[in-house]
């Protein structure tokens, strides 16, 4: 009997994973009927006009808008990421939401303006041996190599 590991959400709502290999994982935002904005992480009210907003589906491309690299160790550990440190990025996503979340590569991989897919990034395992995933973004595929 096979074992199907599963990629979920360290905290339930951020975004989803489905169990379809041929659907792209996909985060989980907030649109504004009344002020026709998108928001994530989802809200229960919009910001501008303390409506009610529906959830929605955001798109998992966007763009490079910026990017650092920090040189210290993960939060909860004592010791520094492989290669010395990670990626952080904005990614401007097409609802015109910008998402701040950590980047796939290292030191150098990335460019203001180019394309990134979501991608979750495994961080812990739970006790079914699920991967536990935060939120990431990477170069696609095509762009990568």
């Not at 996909?26 to 904005?37: H, K």
């Not at 812990?124 to 939120?135: M, R």
Request: with cysteine; proline share 10%.
């Amino acid at each position: 009997m096979t074992t199907v590991t599963k990629k979920i959400p360290v905290e339930k709502g951020y975004f989803e994973v489905p169990d379809s290999p041929d659907q792209p994982p996909y985060l989980l935002g907030s649109y504004s009927p009344e002020a026709d904005r998108h928001f994530w992480p989802r809200r229960k009210l919009c910001p501008i006009t303390s409506e009610p907003v529906e959830d929605c589906q955001l798109s998992p491309e966007g763009i490079l808008y910026s990017w650092t690299f920090v040189q210290m160790p993960w939060m909860g550990s004592m010791k520094t990421a492989d290669g010395g440190g990670y990626g952080v990025g904005q990614i401007d996503l097409p609802e015109g939401v910008r998402v701040q979340a950590l980047l796939d590569g290292e030191m150098g991989d990335w460019k203001i303006g180019m394309p990134m897919v979501f991608t979750p990034r495994t961080v812990a395992k739970d006790e079914d041996g699920n991967d536990l995933c935060t939120v990431a973004f990477a170069r696609p595929r095509e762009e990568s190599s």
